[in-house]
């Protein structure tokens, strides 16, 4: 206790060097948190948003669909019971507990024709009753314009699709895909609503239209690509891939993979941006080690002589190396109180009110393939930034180790006569 006293009283004896010191670690801390609850709060975001209208939490494909996108590899609905299971597997995967949604979907390439214009595009066939509530992609379309049956010719159309084919809603528009022994199956659709997603590949060549329509062109009406599990918590994912893969027939050639593999180009850009903190937290490490080292250095040198006549009195240099680096602890601990509450602070705001971007760009962002909102909300990570005070407690502590050991090799008939 008296050794922490004393410590006290020495790291304020240069109020200045020691208020700035704090201040520098403090604002260190609070940026390295705050910056990483909004990375954390935006990149949930962003995979919400892509499960959604992506591959869900977990999804299950036949073979590598999940990464090679083979329209070939359907479930295919034959007489030796596939059907029975894959309609028994989706409403066992249903009665989980954390799962919200189970949608199939079938993705095919195709060609899309008007009277005057022609392009590439992707047919997509989903439930409209399961997804209408859930794909991020349908909720800015209103009610009447949405698909309302499985087998209809009703069809949703990108908005720049919809430009480039020269099109209105309402007008009529034949598909055309490559059948099941390779020829060439047309449909004649009507357009019933616009799909503006904001990105521009994806409003330039995506068709939707009721699973059953899309899935006819195959040969099969209930073959399928995917089955996208949409998880009530996220969180639950590492639980239930497991379970959702031990339902899967083992000759099925079916599997259960998680939306990071779905998704890859999302998962990566994520992880890419995540690795460029990195150097933000070794610029804090930079940070804490030179303001430790530079004040505690600063304090030995001005009191050598009174270190030299501590020593000449009977004090031991563990005494002297204990006190420095007491006082190092100190200031660590200090610049990590008021470092978590400017963190808590700021993230309090970003969490609440957010960065607002709408101004400086269109009405949405994308990142990863995926579209989020451009205003930017934090979201709290609590074990993200006690470890980073940790790391400050830490790092001052260490970074003493070099005054302290100078404090403690000082002779005391050297020091006595120091000036």
Not at 40 to 67: P, T, W
Not at 366 to 377: K, S, T
């Amino acid at each position: 206790m008296e050794t922490l006293l004393l410590a006290w009283r020495n790291v304020w004896r240069n109020r200045r060097r020691t208020l700035i010191t704090i201040l520098a670690m403090s604002f260190s801390l609070m940026l390295i948190q705050a910056f990483h609850n909004l990375s954390f709060g935006v990149y949930a975001q962003m995979v919400d948003s892509g499960v959604r209208s992506g591959s869900g939490h977990i999804a299950v494909y036949r073979g590598d669909y999940a990464l090679s996108r083979d329209d070939r590899l359907l479930w295919v609905m034959d007489e030796m019971g596939v059907m029975g299971v894959m309609g028994n597997l989706q409403t066992r995967i249903t009665a989980l507990d954390g799962v919200k949604a189970v949608l199939p979907r079938i993705y095919l390439p195709a060609l899309a024709q008007s009277s005057r214009e022609s392009r590439g595009i992707l047919l997509t066939g989903i439930d409209p009753i399961a997804e209408n509530g859930i794909n991020p992609l349908l909720k800015q379309i209103d009610a009447p314009a949405l698909i309302k049956s499985l087998d209809g010719r009703d069809a949703l159309v990108g908005s720049r699709l919809l430009s480039e084919l020269k099109l209105k809603v309402g007008n009529k528009f034949v598909v055309t895909a490559q059948g099941p022994e390779g020829q060439l199956v047309s449909e004649l659709l009507r357009i019933r609503g616009l799909v503006k997603s904001g990105i521009r590949e994806v409003d330039g060549s995506l068709v939707m239209v009721g699973r059953q329509r899309a899935a006819l062109m195959t040969g099969q009406s209930e073959a399928i690509h995917e089955l996208a599990v949409i998880l009530e918590n996220p969180d639950l994912e590492e639980k239930l891939l497991p379970l959702i893969g031990a339902m899967l027939p083992a000759d099925s050639g079916l599997n259960a993979v998680s939306w990071e593999l779905a998704m890859a180009n999302l998962a990566n850009a994520i992880k890419l941006d995540y690795a460029s903190q990195k150097f933000i937290f070794l610029i804090i490490v930079l940070i804490v080690t030179i303001g430790v080292v530079n004040t505690l250095l600063m304090s030995v040198m001005e009191r050598i002589r009174e270190f030299g006549v501590i020593l000449a009195v009977g004090a031991s240099p563990a005494r002297l190396r204990a006190t420095v680096m007491t006082e190092a602890l100190l200031l660590g601990a200090v610049s990590m109180l008021f470092g978590n509450l400017l963190g808590a602070l700021a993230t309090w705001y970003l969490v609440e009110i957010g960065i607002d971007l709408r101004d400086f760009i269109p009405e949405t962002m994308e990142f990863g393939g995926v579209v989020f909102d451009p205003v930017m909300r934090a979201a709290w990570d609590i074990n993200y930034m006690l470890q980073m005070s940790a790391y400050v407690l830490l790092l001052s502590v260490i970074a003493s180790l070099y005054p302290a050991a100078k404090a403690a090799r000082i002779a005391p008939a050297v020091a006595m006569r120091h000036h």
